[in-house]
DNA sequence: ATTTAGTAGTGTAAAAAAAACACTTTATAA
DNA sequence: TTATAAAGTGTTTTTTTTACACTACTAAAT
């Protein structure tokens, strides 16, 4: 079947650009970077690039933020395509966000310096180019709402920890204050956690036990998901 | 500022794909076109078009709505960006899905004859070209999210309608069974509705009051949100 | 050796929300 | 007048959510 190709004169170019969520004692931080190039050379923005003429945007996201961060099995999520017209001065430019979970101890330091990258808390990142900062706020929120309805935290922490560092993750995402004991009550009803033997003495003297996720009721709930309401 | 435009190798082509969902007595549908050009001619699919250099996507899927329905005011919003290289077998193209929701007795009945359109329920709707079921998939899922965390049925609905109406309405988006009394308790908790002096007979002997919206208090749920949870 | 300080860990009772459930009313047509 | 078919209406039970306070543990300071 030889067919005609469309129309010619109404190609655009594709980005893809990248919130890149990692949590650690401080918090829920975003990983950004300073531009090194026109426009807004200095600047502070998300993690992007172009779509390439022989990939998918799942692909391209891959592509992106192993490029910054070395990490390859990430948690990633096509967000929503933004297309103001003039939202690049450059040129007619869409741009499809993705937002990421990395474990923050995870990723390669050495790259990340040498993107000239660096890790803000999210009332403390400062202003980022074109329509950047409306980004982040989406994926905020889309965080939010998977946070009540999935299982998170795998990702976005180290493979052990303690039950107060994934009350903090959670709080950090919701932004708000839980109750220790519905907390606990409620990620036990899950039967997605596994204690384990080991305590961790970093915060307290008395140490605090160390949990691991079990992958498989963890996988299990994602796929079923759950009603957080807390 | 004069800035050099970017590379000129991976521009692409950008579709805007439109599920279109309608309501009436025989459940939830979608309004799809019979394809009159090639490829795939004489097959069904979305209404779409693409993207043109001088407007946003939001636009583009406006014009393209308003193509096939002549509506204008119509509930819309961005679903997904599908990307696979070869989705379209003529040129490498994006497509950008939205869906719509529309009163399905307010539209111009002769504009969807001359694109000969039809509306096909969804459990009798034909396979559909490309990735467009895969569309129509994750639009109903991202509708049945919407039903439960926010008042929807303005849209899908005459501005009359009775409550039985309604309560169909939710059924088929939720695809479940849902019990008459805790349904018009839970919808009336909410205090969207108004029971006007009227009833409809068409349906029964005894007529069954008719409602409206009571479009202020319907705003402010969409804002703030609720929780169907039925 | 004792005290102090700081975080970890634990359960129950009250309130709110959701689910289950069945009979009466009404108007038309037979 | 009777049969029919859908409309309308509340209460109880169960489940879920929320509110709430004390003891346990260990290391460091005295």
Redesign the pocket.
């Known amino acids: 079947m030889a067919l005609n190709k469309y129309s010619n004169t109404d190609k655009i170019l594709l980005a893809v650009d990248c919130i890149i969520f990692g949590f650690d004692k401080g918090g829920l931080k975003i990983l950004l970077i300073k531009r090194d190039f026109e426009p807004e050379l200095g600047k502070w923005s998300l993690m992007g690039g172009f779509l390439k003429e022989d990939e998918n945007l799942d692909e391209a996201a891959i592509r992106i933020l192993q490029q910054l961060t070395g990490l390859r099995t990430i948690y990633m999520e096509q967000l929503y395509t933004f297309s103001k017209v003039d939202r690049d001065p450059v040129e007619r430019t869409l741009s499809v966000a993705y937002y990421a979970l990395i474990d923050i101890e995870m990723h390669d330091e050495e790259l990340i310096e040498n993107n000239s990258a660096q890790w803000f808390s999210l009332d403390k990142a400062p202003d980022l180019i074109f329509d950047h900062n409306q980004m982040v706020e989406k994926a905020m929120a889309r965080l939010k709402r998977r946070a009540l309805s999935k299982p998170i935290g795998f990702e976005l922490l180290p493979s052990k920890f303690?039950?107060?560092q994934l009350q903090k993750l959670y709080e950090s995402i919701l932004n708000k204050k839980l109750?220790?004991?519905?907390f606990?009550?409620?990620i036990n009803s899950f039967g997605i956690l596994v204690r384990l033997d080991e305590?961790d003495?970093h915060?307290?003297?008395?140490?605090?036990?160390l949990y691991t996720f079990d992958k498989e009721k963890y996988d299990e709930k994602v796929l079923e998901g759950f009603?957080f309401?807390?």
């Open positions: 303690t039950m107060r109750d220790k004991r519905n606990i009550n409620k305590k003495t915060e307290s003297k008395k140490g605090a036990y009603n309401k807390i």
